[in-house]
């Protein structure tokens, strides 16, 4: 262990459960120390991609300025958002994959107004 420090990929900052409100953008915080691997989010188990534009998701997209920094943005969120969603990190060369706890994202909409999926 160099410098007292975790040898292999670990989680520097995991995601927290949050409520946001329908049409405001949502941020689930993910950031990784001696990160060598790969993000990706999951959403209630189904795998979101690793590319940071989320291309399959047009409101989704990783966001981070720096190295290990997996944050997942929501922009805006709607209803079917809501769910269960978890930051992964893909293992190599030997580095073992890491998965944040699961957390939930609630979605408080206001009465009266439909979205049509």
């Known amino acids: 262990i160099a410098h007292g420090g975790p040898a292999g990929q670990y989680l520097k900052v995991s995601p927290l459960n949050i ?3 329908e049409g405001q953008s949502a941020r689930l915080t993910c950031s990784v120390g001696n990160m060598v691997g790969s993000c990706q989010w999951t959403r209630d188990g189904f795998a979101l991609g690793t590319e940071r534009s989320l291309p ?6 990783m966001d981070g300025a720096s190295e290990g920094v997996c944050d997942l943005v929501i922009d ?38 439909p979205y049509i999926v």
């Open 19 to 21: 409520t946001v409100s």
């Open 56 to 61: 399959e998701f047009s409101r989704y997209r």
């Open 76 to 113: 805006p969120v709607v209803p079917v958002d809501e769910g269960v969603y978890q930051c992964q990190v893909s293992g190599h060369q030997g580095v073992a994959g890491i998965a944040s706890p699961s957390v939930r994202l609630s979605v408080n909409c206001e009465p009266g107004n």
